[in-house]
């Protein structure tokens, strides 16, 4: 068997660090939320321990009101919290007929309309006042949105240096922890299925940071040096339009970028963007980020079909059909969300809704199959756990917290007077939950009166 050690996201190090000051950064992460699914990019915070139970008047910390509108998960780096947000500045324009979608789902978009601020905020973590606050980019946007998404929904990401902010078409901004501005770059203009919008967030590891960029126009993965955004490499792809986010694993002392797709997911060497392996099997407008844990990379997407498959990392050409594939399935996927791998178990939710499965990460075997989670209606956010807890929350405002086992055990149902779409962080005893309206921290640390 192959001796497989997967270290996630911007590496963290599966068995050991090679220095000192490695192993310090090591664990600043686990301590943190640095990027979308957490320091391992597996929808887990290894430190964190929030808290069970809470409603408007209990564990809340602080509560603020976001200016604008954005889907886009916070991130937290020592007593930082930042977010990425699109505030409507009141100038309209007159609409292009071009730019309004055709077809059967054009009552759930909303052309661009009006100019938008694109704005980072960073908010203290221990009040929420805001320590400062950029404007990125004000602009009329290139295309609409659906209406549950807006224009602000890729996560930024944090080295512990340097913050990622990308706003797709409106470009890709690199600012220092205190809100300077260090390098800016135009990515060029998205065209996306039914004018759905953008929303895949950068990947980094070291000084690279990635890039996809699938859409109904000429698609590329895209490499880039975080020191001052030099292009690295650039490597064509045939896909139509992807909302996936990239992650990137080392397997053998090779760093390899999986991006999912619908026609195939591919992975690429980090540093040349060579194509390494790829494997077909996916269904249409592929969302759900990959996972990676266990010796395998799990990838799944659920529109219109379902698919989930355990990849093993170390294949070459196209694995479809050999080995390299340890299993798949295709039953009770979900379309937005994606996967929760939590030690030896694969969380899935089912389409957009509330029906839960647990796999056994090694061999696809359902220990739950799509089971009613009663609490919440429609689920958007990507599960995520902590302190053997497995935490989900739904657009209507509604929360359950279960026991990591292999049913679903469930600890507590909470309710907060707001909707969530964004994916919770965690970072130490606090949860952080991005409603459509306010920025709630959570915490078991002794509460204070919530900000109106």
């Known amino acids: 068997m192959k001796n497989i050690a997967l270290i996630i996201g911007m590496g963290l190090a599966a068995v050991c660090c090679l220095s000192p000051s490695a192993c310090a950064l090591d ?16 929808g887990i915070a290894p430190q964190g321990n929030p808290p069970v139970e809470w409603s408007e008047t209990r564990h809340v910390q602080w509560k603020v009101t976001l200016p604008g509108r954005g889907t886009s998960t916070p991130i937290v780096w020592e007593q930082q919290v930042f977010i990425l947000t699109a505030i409507p500045t009141g100038r309209k324009v007159a609409v292009q007929p071009a730019a309004v979608p055709a077809g059967p789902n054009a009552h759930m978009v909303d052309p661009a309309s009006e100019a938008q601020r694109f704005t980072v905020m960073a908010l203290d973590r221990a009040t929420g006042r805001t320590l400062w606050q950029q404007t990125a980019c004000e602009r009329v946007p290139y295309e609409g949105y659906h209406r549950d998404h807006g224009y602000a929904s890729a996560s930024p990401i944090t080295d512990g240096k340097r913050l990622l902010a990308c706003f797709g078409s409106n470009g890709l901004f690199c600012y220092d922890l205190t809100g300077r501005l260090l390098w800016q770059k135009d990515l060029g203009r998205q065209r996306t299925r039914y004018g759905y919008g953008e929303a895949s967030s950068p990947a980094l ?19 880039l040096d975080v020191r001052d955004g030099k292009e690295l490499w650039r490597q064509q792809r045939d896909e139509p339009t992807g909302w996936s ?22 992975s690429y060497d980090l540093s040349t963007g060579q194509l390494l392996w790829e494997c077909a099997g996916q269904t249409l407008n592929a969302i759900p980020s990959p996972v990676a844990g266990q010796g395998l990379v799990f990838v799944t997407s659920g529109y219109q079909g379902h698919a989930v498959y355990a990849l093993r990392p170390g294949g070459h050409g196209d694995i479809a059909g050999t080995p390299d594939v340890a299993w798949f399935r295709r039953k009770n996927t979900p379309y937005v969300p994606s996967p929760l791998l939590y030690g030896d178990l694969l969380y899935l939710l089912s389409g957009n809704n509330a029906a839960l499965s647990i796999l056994t990460a090694a061999t696809g075997h359902p220990l739950v199959d799509a089971q009613r989670l009663e609490g919440i209606q429609g689920v ?19 929360a359950v917290v279960l026991r990591k086992t292999g049913s679903l055990e469930v600890l507590a149902r909470n309710r907060l007077d707001d909707g969530f779409d964004a994916s919770p962080a965690i970072a130490g005893n606090q949860l952080f939950l991005r ?18």
């Open 27 to 42: 664990h600043a992460r686990d301590l943190n939320w640095p990027q979308w699914r957490g320091p391992q990019a597996t």
């Open 205 to 223: 590891q070291g000084h690279t940071v990635v890039i996809l960029w699938d859409h109904e126009g000429e698609d590329f993965i895209l490499a």
């Open 245 to 266: 986010t990239p992650l990137i694993i080392e397997h053998e002392g090779r760093w390899q970028v999986v991006a999912n797709g619908t026609k195939k997911v591919r």
């Open 380 to 398: 958007y956010a990507s599960p995520v756990g902590a302190a053997d807890r497995v935490y989900l929350v739904g657009r209507d405002g509604g």
């Open 435 to 452: 409603g459509r309206r306010s920025l709630y921290c959570l915490s078991t640390a002794p509460t204070q009166e919530p900000k109106p």
